[in-house]
């Protein structure tokens, strides 16, 4: 994104987000609300940071120590420019396990920024996604009875997010319902106070139940050091930044478009993704790599180059994926074990991502899958992208210039309409110029 960045007084919020699907997102929603917003992959320094900065890491399923390691490391860059604000970003289904990562991530940053109280707010009510008496829920179905407790990497089998926050970490997580929240901002600062003096309680899961809640929450947390949740409720934010002066304008929305040959890489095993799949499949050339074979010494990066160099030259856009079905999935993960099969996949798409970029020129991609996506736009060498507005949950574009101009959609498996990878090569041609949405959120709906 082009921005003017006469804009920019400072930096006036540093964001850490836990795979790089998310943090898109994020940056995505500050572009469309007209905050001069940059992005970088991993924890290394960017020369040129907007109004917003935000740092897309691969944590969200590293080692505890590890992910706490690179959280510092960016959280460090960002305080050296004088971030006014520090977020951490994860994801709305709250993906993580009893261990980590959200909990440990989160008391890292606290202690380094000396903070006594933080909320966590992973709604997303775009997506139904919200929190009732702090349990979690997707639509009307509880976290842990929706498709996310059979997640290969991060199953969710507990819906209370304050139990299992308060598994990961060491400071006491309290509730803030929405009794407290419908009472508006004041009430929120006062009574986390009040729980934090009295029963010590740090860490703060918020009821979410509207996109009001939303802005409630955003209006009590602007001038807090520190706060965690999920993209949308960061969205909020800007309005309350131009009321208070911390950005003078809010800027015009600027994104190139790209053609060439148009490819999509499937890593995800979400059923909403495997449904773009099907649909995709009734009118472009799709494969599906067997991953069970590359244990047996087939070279499946060989044999999708293969596949992809007939679509390229016929003028087709096409689809890998390595999505099998969940009993499939279960079976090589009692084999393989989970990480080294979430491992091998994520190198196969990678490396036949590089060759369909490299070798046959594909300059349009779309990647389905948080820890795919990432894994693909490092083998690519990609560490900084110029972002687009976000127009809806799962659709953010953008640019990476470096070694070329490549246009990217990458997308968590949960989201996105059905003919979103169709829908999104086309659109990739396109430029963007637009005006901030500044009066409504979200976008639509």
Not at 76 to 103: H, M, R, V, W
Not at 142 to 159: C, G, Q, V, Y
Request: charged share 20%.
């Amino acid at each position: 994104m082009t921005t003017d960045r006469s804009a920019r007084k400072r930096l006036v919020f540093g964001a850490i987000a836990d795979d790089l699907t998310g943090g898109l997102e994020l940056a995505s929603m500050l572009i469309a609300r007209g905050v001069p917003t940059t992005l970088s992959i991993g924890p290394g320094a960017n020369a040129h940071l907007g109004a917003a900065h935000v740092f897309a890491l691969k944590s969200r399923v590293a080692p505890v120590m590890d992910a706490v390691r690179s959280v510092l490391e960016a959280l460090e860059i960002l305080l050296a420019n004088k971030a006014q604000q520090i977020f951490f970003k994860y994801c709305a289904t709250f993906d993580s396990t009893p261990a980590g990562n959200i909990g440990p991530c989160a008391e890292a940053i606290m202690d380094r920024l000396g903070a006594h109280q933080a909320l966590f707010v992973p709604a997303l009510c775009e997506t139904r996604r919200t929190v009732y008496q702090g349990h979690l829920f997707g639509g009307a179905q509880l976290l842990a009875e929706s498709p996310k407790r059979f997640d290969p990497l991060t199953p969710m089998t507990d819906s209370n997010i304050v139990r299992v926050l308060q598994a990961q970490s060491e400071r006491t997580v309290g509730l803030v319902d929405y009794a407290v929240v419908d009472q508006g901002p004041d009430a929120i600062r006062t009574y986390c106070e009040h729980q934090h003096e009295c029963t010590s309680e740090s860490l703060f899961v918020a009821d979410t139940l509207y996109e009001r809640h939303l802005a409630t929450l955003a209006a009590a947390a602007v001038d807090a050091p520190f706060l965690t949740g999920n993209s949308s409720v960061a969205a909020h934010l800007p309005p309350l930044w131009l009321e208070q002066g911390l950005l003078e304008q809010a800027s015009t929305i600027r994104l190139r478009g790209v053609d060439g040959p148009g490819a999509v890489l499937v890593g995800s095993v979400a059923s909403q993704t495997l449904a773009q799949l099907e649909h995709f499949a009734a009118e472009h050339d799709v494969c599906v790599v067997d991953i069970a074979r590359a244990y047996a010494g087939h070279d499946l990066v060989a044999e999708a180059r293969r596949f992809a160099a007939a679509s390229v030259a016929a003028g087709r856009s096409f689809a890998i994926s390595t999505a099998l079905p969940r009993e499939s999935v279960d079976a090589l993960q009692s084999i393989h074990g989970r990480l080294e099969l979430a491992g091998r996949v994520e190198a196969i798409l990678s490396d036949i991502a590089k060759s369909v970029v490299f070798d046959l020129g594909v300059r349009r991609l779309v990647v389905a899958g948080g820890e795919t996506s990432g894994s693909v736009v490092r083998a690519l060498g990609i560490t900084e992208l110029e972002v687009g507005p976000y127009r809806e949950p799962g659709f953010s574009r953008a640019v990476a210039v470096h070694p070329f101009p490549i246009a990217l959609l990458l997308k968590s498996g949960k989201l996105g309409g059905i003919d979103i990878f169709a829908s999104a090569l086309d659109d990739m041609r396109r430029p963007i110029l637009q005006e901030p949405c500044l009066t409504r959120w979200p976008p639509k709906g």
